[in-house]
């Protein structure tokens, strides 16, 4: 069964709730108090009943990370307060989820709630902007948990919800930064501006959603954003610090460990090589027919600081080499607060094409070059440049971009 599909069938079977029609329900168990302190924006918000939302026409910008800590999305928890959202707009993936990479849940119902869900990834402004008008909202609300990497594209839904509603007001409720608040990596060439990156930022920015709406709006569409906080996070903070419950911000996200993967290893998706897709620890593990235990003997002689690699076998059950048997290796983090995604990618990439030149090669439509930001990575890497004169490249871009994004940072 499709998804749209199994949304309709559960339409059918499951009761729509409304403002008026949504029964008195029990309120949940007490529960101790889960370590740390962080508190997302909504849980705020929803502390006090959404009245900053009250009496608007909201167009909800949402996915299932948009939720509260007790793990209620903000959407049934409005609607739950008598603050029934006008519209739903669902990103990659979809507003409650069900579509793998590349994927998204099209226009319908939402069976729980009986709001309309417009399907919002890879929209344009322009149809964006048409969506919000034919749904009448007023203003659009932004809520969904980021993973701190450029080539991530919620925050490029962001971006281009914000460019379509120009005319309207934006609220973003922010979320921290589950791998922390450091940027790092090559700034995007504009030249290689995609869907995976518009703008020149770093490949992790070390924002959250929240700044780097400010920053949008500041320096490249010159509107304003209004930001509710987060309270009790601060920049050296990882996900472990938060206290919070993670919940996959898409299906090959399942871990805190593999966000913070992520911003190095996702650039295995511009090479022919698998990058776990398909196994249980996507974007850890990463391998390829005819690979071998040589990669991670040569990766573990480097030191690489926070990771040690063990040989790997695997076979993919979708993506990359389904159903074939890989070898590769899996990155284990021993230090996540030393651990460097992006340094520790790049010596990957040149280990294994040093090593296995017969295996190893570039997507032939060089999605590489939008997954790094330009040509030089490929480049360098090709020429048989070593990890530290490729990482020394962007030093200097990457410290106009923490330049650039200083104004607009909310927390220390």
């Known amino acids: 069964m499709d998804r749209r599909r199994f949304l309709a069938a559960s339409a059918l079977t499951a009761p729509l709730l409304t403002a008026a029609a949504t029964p008195a329900r029990a309120q949940p168990p007490a529960v101790a108090e889960p370590r740390g302190r962080t508190s997302p924006a909504a849980d705020t918000l929803a502390a006090q009943g959404w009245r900053r939302l009250a009496g608007r026409r909201l167009g909800i910008v949402s996915n299932p990370t948009g939720v509260l800590r007790d793990g209620t999305h903000v959407v049934d928890s409005m609607v739950a307060a008598g603050v029934r959202p006008t519209a739903v707009f669902g990103p990659e993936h979809g507003f409650r989820g069900t579509a793998q990479a590349g994927g998204s849940e099209g226009d319908y119902l939402d069976p729980r709630t009986g709001i309309p869900v417009y399907d ?11 969506q919000f008008a034919t749904a009448g909202v007023d203003t659009v609300v932004f809520d969904i948990a980021d993973v701190g990497a450029r080539f991530y594209t919620y925050i490029w839904t962001m971006y281009t919800a914000m460019s379509a509603a120009k005319d309207l007001e934006f609220i973003v409720l922010d979320r921290p930064n589950p791998i922390g608040g450091s940027a790092l990596g090559p700034r ?6 995609s869907g995976v990156g518009r703008q020149p930022i770093a490949q992790q920015h070390g924002m959250t959603v929240g700044e780097l709406a400010r920053l949008f709006g500041g320096e490249f569409l010159g509107r304003e954003v209004t930001v509710e906080r987060v309270t009790g996070w601060r920049r050296d903070h990882l996900f472990a610090d938060t206290g919070l419950t993670w919940v996959p911000p898409s299906p090959n996200m399942p871990t805190p460990q593999t966000a913070l993967a ?35 003997e040569e990766l573990n002689a480097l030191d690489l600081p926070g ?66 930001g330009s040509d030089r990575l490929r480049r360098m890497v090709d020429a ?29």
């Open 120 to 130: 919002a990834y890879g929209a344009t402004a322009a149809k964006l902007a048409a």
């Open 188 to 193: 995007l060439d504009p030249a290689y501006a």
């Open 262 to 296: 992520y911003p190095g290893t996702c650039l295995f998706e511009g090479t022919v090589l698998s990058e776990g897709r398909g196994t249980t620890r996507p974007f850890e593990i990463i391998g390829a027919p005819g690979l071998d235990w040589r990669w991670a």
């Open 307 to 372: 990771v040690r690699f063990r040989e790997q076998y695997f076979v993919p059950t979708f993506g990359k080499f389904a159903g074939v048997a890989c070898g590769g290796v899996q990155a284990h983090l021993t230090d996540e607060r030393r651990f460097e995604a992006i340094r520790t990618a790049v010596a990957m990439l040149v280990t294994v094409k040093r090593l296995f030149p017969a295996v190893f090669a570039w997507r032939p439509d060089l999605f590489i070059d939008k997954l790094s």
């Open 384 to 412: 048989g440049a070593d990890t530290a004169e490729i990482v020394g490249a962007w030093q200097s871009e990457l410290a106009d971009f923490r330049r650039l994004r200083e104004p607009y940072l909310l927390y220390r």
